[in-house]
């Protein structure tokens, strides 16, 4: 652990200052992998009940004299992270993944979706990348690239596995996802958060959003599918896609197929219906496996290191926000000696 004095940041506790070590320890793991990503998330979750936990290790509960121990986190809100909503999100996704591979709705759909784009790899990119983005404008980024991420597996599986244009292929998906939630207001949650700090004289409405949103995103997409051709070139002058055949008609397919399609339309609709895109993700997996369509074999099919990914980021969030050490390093700077120019630029960048 580093010594309190080489950090910049007056009056950081005891505790704020273990989650800031585990923090750059676990972005460090990630960043050169000495150990596999899901590991890392598993360490970072440890050491917080450990280090910083009201049911740690006593020798941490006890502050030294002369220094500030902070307020401890609840051992519960650490364990929580893996049961975050945006864990049953995903696990929802998944679910849909599974289904939709067994019953060829992935592969349906992405021969049905992709086939006005042609063979070459550059316009099967930019076609996942704009369907991609016009399903995040109306629901969860998350949900959009679970989703769009099971429709390219039959495309990746016929691919050479020596092109690097897949590479660009399966990231061009969680880029436009991102990017396409740009777009309006209820495309991803920190839209909706602003929109409650701009309120009487300094409103906007779902329309002026795109406005203002829109053009960012089509400009943002063209750079990365540019960018993604130089980065990761396809040896392949043409892709030739095995998505022949036709859809299932027995009764377990279409409920496959409804469930998916209503999954969507709620997913797109969380206004009209009032349940937001995390509880609307516990449908599909509770259907299935009523249906049998998802059993014990399908269930260990389930990306669990993915899930373990996520939940020690999970984690490191709630510590976060719990500690104060957010706050602390976001009011780090001076804002009131900066221009509003730097002051845009300085949020962004904390952000």
Same mark, same amino acid.
């Given at each position: 652990?580093? %010594? ?17 070590? @585990? ?8 960043? =050169?992998? !000495? ?9 970072? $979750? ?38 975050? !909503? ?11 993944? #599974? /289904?939709?591979?067994?019953?060829? =709705? ?9 086939? %006005? ?8 990119? =930019? ?16 949900? +959009? ?22 590479? /660009? ?45 829109? !053009?960012?995103? $089509? ?14 070139? *396809? ?14 008609? *027995? ?10 399609? #209503? ?5 797109? +609709? ?47 969030? $709630?510590?976060?926000?719990? +500690? ?8 780090? @700077? ?5 221009? !509003? ?11």
């Amino acid at each position: 652990m580093m %010594p309190i004095d080489w950090i910049p940041i007056d009056d950081l506790t005891l505790i704020q200052h273990r989650l800031l070590a @585990i923090f750059l320890l676990a972005a460090l793991l990630w960043v =050169l992998e !000495p150990v596999p990503v899901f590991a890392t998330s598993i360490l970072i $979750i440890a050491l917080e009940l450990i280090m910083i936990s009201d049911k740690g290790l006593h020798l941490f509960r006890t502050p030294p004299a002369g220094h500030d121990l902070g307020e401890l986190m609840s051992y519960t809100d650490i364990f929580g992270a893996f049961s975050s !909503p945006i864990i049953i999100l995903f696990m929802g996704g998944f679910a849909l993944a #599974i /289904a939709a591979s067994k019953y060829e =709705l992935d592969n349906n759909l992405a021969r049905v979706l992709l086939k %006005p784009f042609g063979q070459q790899p550059k316009f099967i990119m =930019l076609g996942l990348m704009l369907i991609t983005a016009v399903f995040s404008m109306f629901m969860s980024n998350t949900a +959009t690239t679970v989703m769009m991420l099971a429709l390219l597996g039959p495309i990746v599986a016929s691919a050479p596995k020596y092109d690097l244009g897949i590479k /660009a292929l399966v990231l061009c998906i969680p880029i436009a996802a991102n990017t396409g939630g740009i777009a309006t207001p209820i495309g991803t949650p920190p839209n909706a958060i602003a929109l409650q700090y701009l309120t009487g004289e300094n409103s906007i409405d779902f329309l002026q959003w795109m406005m203002m949103g829109l !053009p960012f995103v $089509i400009v943002q997409l063209t750079l990365a599918w540019f960018l993604l051709q130089k980065l990761f070139p *396809s040896s392949e002058d043409r892709m030739v896609l095995k998505l022949d055949g036709a859809f299932q008609k *027995s009764w377990r397919a279409v409920v496959v197929y409804i469930t998916f399609a #209503i999954t969507i339309l709620l997913w797109m +609709t969380t206004k009209l219906h009032g349940m937001n895109s995390y509880v609307v993700s516990i449908i599909p997996l509770a259907v299935f496996t009523l249906t049998g369509i998802i059993g014990k074999d399908e269930l260990k099919l389930i990306n669990w290191d993915v899930l373990w990914l996520v939940a020690g980021g999970i984690a490191i969030g $709630i510590g976060l926000d719990k +500690t104060g050490l957010a706050s602390a390093l976001a009011h780090a @700077i001076d804002y009131e000696s900066l221009s !509003p120019f730097a002051v845009v630029i300085a949020l962004s960048m904390v952000c």
